[in-house]
């Protein structure tokens, strides 16, 4: 989904705010949270996909007020209510008030038929796919044209994994792409390198 | 269900924490014990001066650098750290005196924890993830890190589960010290890659 976590590229942001030794933890609420949303997964309640793509579901006026650890916190409810293990009433009747949830996922996708394979060298396209449901191509790159730098070992393919819909796992590569392809005349000189799933990409023509 | 309900405020955030606590522990997960040894594994074993070890240890030792720019994640289990299982690979960035490299997460806030530690707050910021990859050259001297127009800038966004670090230069006037010193200076910014490492630092 083109969804407000999708942040690469927008623009009107300030200076980020630089604090070199600050610890990663501020509060005791956020250290229960960092450790509760692992006890799930390791658990077996969900996956690091849907842990994901219910923070990305966020209603956007909450993703963006929302610190890190609040965020992480409404996905792990979100996920406890969808997979059945509390009613959203009994959440809230617990939190004594309401309790902001993420919005309901729409449809994932399995691998895209006919993907191919890439060596390092090869010059590819990402393809202009809109995906409604969880997927891990920042928007920024969307129909752009880079080079394949890296290759990583098969992972779970996300936008499945995060909907229990049943795929092959796949191989990420590492792609480099110039700003000058990202954003014409209108960012820093640089390449930027972008983890892509092969059902993301065509060969470049 | 994405409507809060509005017959009641939101409730505060530590008793919505207390909440889903209440919901793992119907479960019989024990959540409030492995609260204890989560945070302790992450503030006391996920820590930058994992990273700084493996840094200083490719300064020095050719064949360990070798090897960890080959397969970085077997790299870093001779010296005892390890990724989470779904972290399959760890890609190591080496900068070189024309090539600087930067890592972020513009989805979430992905980082190799368990080597450079839990990521700061900057680096889960909106103005950071939006800003760097399209930004970077200026972010980063906003940062405090004014790199030479002919310092080629590479961005590396974590967008899928493998995770990278940047292996730093190794500062000027640090030659005969000892793996121990060399590690003293290497910081969590350095390898994220919005600073570069000074000998002052020790």
């Known amino acids: 989904m083109d969804g407000i976590h999708d942040m690469g590229g927008r623009q009107g942001f300030g200076r980020v705010r630089h604090s070199p030794n600050a610890g990663a933890f501020h509060a005791d609420w956020e250290k229960r949270v960092n450790a509760l949303y692992s006890l799930a997964v390791r658990s077996g309640i969900f996956n690091m996909d849907e842990y994901r793509h219910a923070i990305e579901r966020m209603e956007p006026r909450h993703y963006v007020s929302a610190s890190y650890y609040e965020r992480s916190l409404t996905s792990l409810a979100t996920l406890l209510v969808e997979k059945g293990l509390v009613t ?48 891990r191509m920042p928007a920024y790159i969307r129909g752009k044209r880079g080079v394949v730098v890296g290759e990583s070992p098969p992972y779970p393919f996300p936008d499945a994994h995060a909907h229990g819909v049943a795929a092959d796992d796949e191989c990420t590569y ?13 960012a820093d000189d640089a390449f930027v390198h972008v983890g892509v799933f092969r059902s993301y990409l065509l060969a470049a023509p | 269900m994405s409507e809060p309900s509005q017959q009641h405020a939101v409730a505060p955030i530590g008793r919505r924490v207390d909440a889903v606590e209440s919901v793992l522990a119907d479960q019989g997960l ?39 720019l080959a397969n970085g994640k077997s790299a870093v289990a001779e010296l005892g750290y390890e990724l989470p299982r779904h972290h399959r690979h760890l890609v190591v960035l080496e900068d070189t005196p024309t090539v600087h490299n930067v890592i972020c997460c513009t989805l979430c806030s ?9 990521p700061p707050d900057w ?28 310092v080629e800038i590479r961005v590396w966004d974590t967008t899928a ?42």
């Open chain 1, 88 to 135: 959203r009433d009994e959440l809230e009747r617990r939190a004594q008030g309401s309790f902001p949830l993420a919005s309901p996922s729409a449809p994932g996708r399995s691998n895209v038929p006919g993907r191919e394979r890439f060596a390092v060298g090869d010059r590819v396209v990402v393809r202009s796919d809109h995906v409604p449901g969880h997927v």
């Open chain 2, 30 to 68: 024990r959540p409030a014990e492995f609260v204890v040894e989560a945070t302790k594994t992450a503030e006391e074993r996920w820590v930058p001066e994992n990273g700084a070890r493996v840094v200083a240890k490719a300064w020095t030792d050719p064949e360990f650098r070798r090897r960890l």
């Open chain 2, 123 to 150: 680096y889960k910021d909106l103005e950071y993830r939006s800003r760097v990859v399209r930004e970077s050259r200026t972010v980063l001297k906003e940062m405090g890190l004014d790199l030479p127009p002919e």
């Open chain 2, 110 to 118: 992905c980082t190799a924890f368990t080597i450079i530690g839990l």
């Open chain 2, 161 to 202: 589960d493998t995770r990278y670090i940047v292996l730093p230069l190794r500062p000027p006037g640090t030659e005969g010290w000892s793996e121990e010193r060399l590690a003293s200076i290497v910081t969590r910014d350095s390898m994220i890659g919005v600073a570069r490492l000074s000998a002052g630092a020790a």
């Open chain 1, 174 to 186: 590492d792609v480099r792409f110039a700003t000058a392809e990202l954003w014409p005349n209108a």
